[in-house]
């Protein structure tokens, strides 16, 4: 399933992803460049009007608690356009916050 940015950033998380079937397994793919480049911009394709940390933290939670995460990937980081690391760190906190959510009892 795929959900757009805008409509995360225009309904909010809960509303843009009450569509979901739930249960079952589901792989995910975390494609950093769904941020906002203002809050990661080590990325190859930077765009404009993404969604915050905290809106993706909150969908990865959702999807946590909906479905049996078999595994999941973070893509699309480049250090290269990030000198400072923002983006490595804000990968490595959502990787961290998502695991939590997969794994609270």
Known sequence: V????ERIVRQGVDAALAGLPGGGRAYVTIDIDVLDPSGAPGTGYPEPGGITYYQLK????????????????????DPIYDAAGVTVRVASKLVLDFLGAVFET
């Not at 909150?58 to 980081?77: K, M, N, S």
């Open 2 to 5: 795929i959900v757009p940015t």
């Open 58 to 77: 909150d969908a990865l939670q959702l999807v946590a608690r909906q479905y049996d995460v078999v595994g999941f990937d973070v893509t699309e980081i």
